[in-house]
């Protein structure tokens, strides 16, 4: 079963930068798309980031477009979330989340990782 487990989430200040990693288990991480995903306290989930199998696909969030890059590397498995110009309101659980190329939603989630801006 594909287990995929995030980390780099923390505490930052406002204007700040973190970056999160999320490392899949299995051969077949290449061929996934891979994405990011929030959810914060009283609001619905939803989409930060996702990319193709060979990162020649991106597509953002317009409310993190410009602060947030994402990237992979398949040698490693893993796929990360560069947060820069952090806000409070990017406040959130963020989750990692992978989706077969056959596959029409993303079906296999990390645990999520908190991640918390101070003003």
């Known amino acids: 079963q594909v287990q995929l487990v995030e980390s780099g989430g923390g505490l930052v200040q406002a204007g700040g930068s973190l970056r999160l990693s999320c490392i899949t288990s299995g051969r077949t991480f290449s061929s996934f798309y891979m994405g990011w995903f929030r959810q914060a306290p009283g609001k619905e989930r939803e989409f930060v980031a996702d990319i193709s199998w060979s990162g020649g696909t991106i597509r953002y969030a317009d409310s993190v477009k410009g602060r947030f890059t994402i990237s992979r590397d398949n040698a490693k498995n893993t796929v990360y979330l560069q947060m820069n110009s952090l806000k409070v309101e990017d406040t959130a659980v963020y989750y990692c989340?992978?989706?077969?190329?056959?596959?029409?939603?993303?079906?296999?989630w990390g645990q999520g990782t908190q991640v918390t801006v101070s003003s």
């Open positions: 989340a992978a989706k077969t190329i056959a596959g029409s939603t993303y079906a296999y």
